[in-house]
């Protein structure tokens, strides 16, 4: 399959829209999973929580670094469940980078796709730095630094993989299990999977940039999920990270007690194939 999809990488032209930023549905069409959205609008996250933090550095000294410290620390615990995700966990999860490797030409190394996250390292450890000795003016220089480089690389990120993913999608590729088998597992714990999901659909509603990055993100993970009881669970993640409001809208757009291949409007290519969750 990996031969067969490296094909289908090297020869298509025209990806499809990036999934996370409302891909799937229009009018009256119901809205259609794109379950690599969980880790596209991650990026989203993880710039509205930068958002967030740079806010907290902007208020007047008093309060600036210890509302920074507490964002800070919510952020950093989501962008390294993220980081998991696309690195992989030994014996634990392959990773995003290298399913895309395996399946596309060892894209994300001829790219440089990890290197890019150990040369962030060293720009959050100079926030770090700052934020331990408490000094204000440090600190917002380094945050200025961190977020920068950031946000530059998921942006080169998303120009190699986005593209990629429309494309193994579009090839009828079992994305669901891709995530499941290879990225999912990096989420080891019940903590880990609950703050990601949550801080995820919190930022998402409040940073929705215009567009339903919350209901792509839950209708993604629905699509992800491997049994109904998981569902369950994952959708009361999501209820009690987000408002009252913005849940019930969820429920108006797609069904959320669809889980796995049911949630999709028809039966995916791989359910045809006998290819199943």
């Known amino acids: 399959l990996g031969a067969n999809m490296g094909a289908v990488c090297a020869t298509e032209k025209k990806p499809e829209q990036p999934a996370g930023d409302g891909a799937g549905g ?11 959205a969980i880790m596209r609008n991650a990026h989203e996250v993880i710039r509205g929580a930068l958002t967030e933090c740079e806010e907290a550095l902007a208020l ?10 507490t964002r800070w620390a919510d952020f950093v615990r989501f962008q390294e469940l993220h980081a998991a995700m ?42 770090v730095s700052a934020l331990k000795a408490k000094d204000l003016a440090k600190l917002r220089e380094a945050f200025g630094a961190f977020k920068e480089q950031n946000e530059a690389h998921l942006k080169a990120e998303e120009e190699v993989m986005m ?16 995530l499941r088998d290879n990225m999912l597992p990096a989420l080891d714990s019940k903590a880990k999977l609950k703050h990601f999901i949550s801080f995820g659909a919190k930022t998402l509603e409040k940073h929705h940039g215009g567009m339903p990055r919350a209901r792509v993100w839950a209708h993604a993970l ?15 993640h999501i209820k009690s990270a987000m ?15 669809a889980w796995g291949d049911s949630a999709y409007p028809e039966t995916p290519p791989w359910a045809k194939a006998g290819e199943g969750a």
Do not use: Y
């Open 26 to 36: 229009g009018g009256d069409e119901k809205p259609r999973p794109q379950v690599f």
């Open 222 to 236: 629905a699509a992800a999920a491997g049994s109904e009881a998981q569902w369950r669970e994952w959708r009361q």
């Open 163 to 178: 593209p990629k993913v429309a494309q193994l999608t579009k090839g009828g590729h079992n994305m669901p299990k891709a």
């Open 243 to 257: 408002t009252s409001d913005g849940f019930a809208s969820l429920g108006t757009q797609i069904d959320l007690g």
């Open 60 to 69: 007047d000294d008093a309060n600036a670094i210890s509302t920074f410290r």
């Open 86 to 127: 696309e690195d992989g966990v030994p014996n634990k999860a392959k990773g995003m980078f290298a399913f895309l490797d395996e399946n596309c030409d060892s894209i994300a190394k001829e790219k440089g796709l990890r290197d890019a996250h150990e040369r962030l390292h060293g720009a959050e450890a100079a926030v």
